[in-house]
């Protein structure tokens, strides 16, 4: 595979090989695309051993496997679930593990035979684990969906201010603790997009990863595994806590591009440089807000920082100075200082940067530049260990690895017939070819 780039990090085996805090955890991944892979990949990178169950068709994303990155650190056997062997061999793998990770719509795994039923009856010591978007009861369980639709819902798409929004003057002397504009003079102009990251990520992978591993050390104190029902607008909505409690105390607006970490405030917002780029300021404190305005040359006449009436003024201020340099200039300015002023960086910047060029923050294999894992760990640190997994290419290795030879006897059977049942997990619903209804 080639130097991973990761200080510390595990070499490469067999399995999950040595490295990592995971290392000796097996995994079972239906396969599918969206949160439920991205999942797979960390308790990859942390170390577990990770074989991702790939059907006999090509994945609808059409992606080349080389770069398809959240099947790294992963081994990858074709199993047709829609023939008569094909649960058969997926529950020799269960038997054999410590955790699963599903993202059919409600019902499809039962009827495909791999259900929570039919997986503890092989392991009751096995932690299941479903990722949806609707989750597994609920009016909308089995409607399709994606990442979009589940933060939208959640409240929390809702929360991201497009770049040009502008609160208002106006200050109600019950809000004006919290923080200023209760009604902009203007309908607010449509949500930003953030990718998929909130809802896909962020409220889903990162949930059922949590919820996999607490499950994980109930399972080896008591002997019982369960089922976790990873649902991404239920992550997504638990991402608002802290916001919701400043909600219910007076001092969050139910509305976008008016709160203090939303760009309602200026000194917590992003501004264009004069060759189009953007910088991010998060000067908060008073003690970085004065060498915030200091560096920037805001002049001694410029609103405070709290005068939240003239605070429309400020931000054109703050605008007006920022439009007199490039973004590099402005960045030989607040170099070394405490202002917080950071560049806006695309995704190529990023892998430059100094800062995480330091830390090894994106690393190089195999001409790819990717992530390296993360957390860190002092003791047990993670690595890339395996290039993505092309589909059906471990299995003869799986086979004797995991002790199940039936596995390497070739495809299970040819299919049999099919019927609408997609996957459930945000990016899955509307593209991945739909598994078997029984």
């Known amino acids: 595979m080639?130097?991973?780039?990761?200080?510390?990090?595990?070499?490469?085996?067999?399995?999950?090989?040595?490295?990592?805090?995971?290392?000796?955890?097996?995994?079972?991944?239906?396969?599918?695309?969206?949160?439920?892979?991205?999942?797979?990949?960390?308790?990859?990178?942390?170390?577990?051993?990770?074989?991702?169950?790939?059907?006999?068709?090509?994945?609808?994303?059409?992606?080349?496997?080389?770069?398809?990155?959240?099947?790294?650190?992963?081994?990858?056997?074709?199993?047709?679930?829609?023939?008569?062997?094909?649960?058969?061999?997926?529950?020799?793998?269960?038997?054999?593990?410590?955790?699963?990770?599903?993202?059919?719509?409600?019902?499809?795994?039962?009827?495909?035979?791999?259900?929570?039923?039919?997986?503890?009856?092989?392991?009751?010591?096995?932690?299941?684990?479903?990722?949806?978007?609707?989750?597994?009861?609920?009016?909308?369980?089995?409607?399709?969906?994606?990442?979009?639709?589940?933060?939208?819902?959640?409240?929390?798409?809702?929360?991201?201010?497009?770049?040009?929004?502008?609160?208002?003057?106006?200050?109600?002397?019950?809000?004006?603790?919290?923080?200023?504009?209760?009604?902009?003079?203007?309908?607010d102009g449509p949500p930003a997009l953030p990718a998929n990251l909130l809802g896909d990520y962020a409220g889903g992978s990162l949930y059922l990863v949590v919820g996999l591993l607490a499950a994980l050390h109930h399972a080896r104190a008591t002997g019982t595994g369960q089922v976790v029902d990873a649902a991404i607008v239920d992550g997504a909505a638990h991402l608002t806590a802290v916001l919701q409690g400043l909600l219910a105390g007076g001092r969050w607006q139910d509305r976008r591009g008016v709160n203090l970490l939303d760009g309602g405030a200026p000194f917590y917002a992003v501004y264009q440089a004069a060759d189009g780029a953007h910088l991010a300021v998060g000067a908060l404190e008073p003690q970085f807000y004065a060498e915030f305005a200091r560096l920037l040359e805001l002049g001694p006449d410029a609103p405070a920082q709290w005068d939240t009436a003239r605070w429309p003024e400020l931000r054109a201020r703050i605008a007006a100075r920022f439009a007199t340099r490039t973004r590099a200039e402005w960045e030989a300015v607040f170099a070394g200082s405490d202002a917080c002023v950071e560049p806006v960086l695309t995704m190529r910047q990023a892998h430059a940067h100094e800062h995480l060029v330091g830390r090894g923050t994106y690393v190089e294999v195999d001409g790819v530049t990717q992530p390296a894992p993360a957390p860190r760990f002092s003791a047990t640190p993670g690595a890339l260990r395996r290039p993505p997994a092309r589909p059906g290419a471990d299995t003869a290795e799986v086979a004797r690895d995991w002790g199940v030879p039936a596995l390497a006897a070739g495809p299970a059977g040819p299919a049999g017939p099919a019927g609408p049942a997609g996957p459930a997990a945000s990016t899955t619903a509307a593209r991945t070819p739909a598994p078997p209804t029984a």
């Not at 995971?22 to 991944?29: F, K, P, T, Y």
């Not at 795994?109 to 392991?123: F, I, K, Q, S, T």
């Not at 929390?156 to 497009?162: D, I, N, Q, R, S």
């Not at 019950?174 to 009604?183: I, K, M, R, V, Y």
Request: hydrophobic share 40%.
């Open 2 to 187: 080639g130097d991973s780039g990761v200080r510390g990090g595990g070499g490469v085996g067999a399995g999950g090989g040595p490295g990592g805090p995971l290392a000796g955890v097996r995994v079972v991944e239906l396969a599918g695309i969206g949160p439920g892979p991205f999942a797979a990949m960390l308790l990859g990178d942390l170390g577990a051993d990770v074989v991702r169950v790939d059907r006999p068709e090509p994945s609808p994303l059409g992606i080349e496997p080389a770069y398809d990155l959240a099947n790294r650190n992963k081994r990858s056997v074709v199993v047709d679930l829609k023939a008569p062997e094909g649960p058969g061999r997926v529950l020799d793998l269960v038997a054999r593990a410590d955790l699963l990770i599903e993202g059919y719509r409600p019902g499809v795994a039962e009827r495909l035979g791999v259900g929570p039923d039919a997986c503890l009856a092989r392991n009751p010591a096995l932690v299941y684990g479903r990722m949806t978007g609707w989750g597994q009861h609920g009016p909308l369980a089995a409607r399709a969906g994606h990442d979009i639709g589940y933060t939208a819902v959640a409240g929390v798409l809702g929360l991201v201010a497009p770049p040009a929004a502008a609160p208002s003057t106006a200050v109600p002397p019950s809000t004006a603790a919290a923080l200023p504009g209760a009604s902009p003079a203007a309908p």
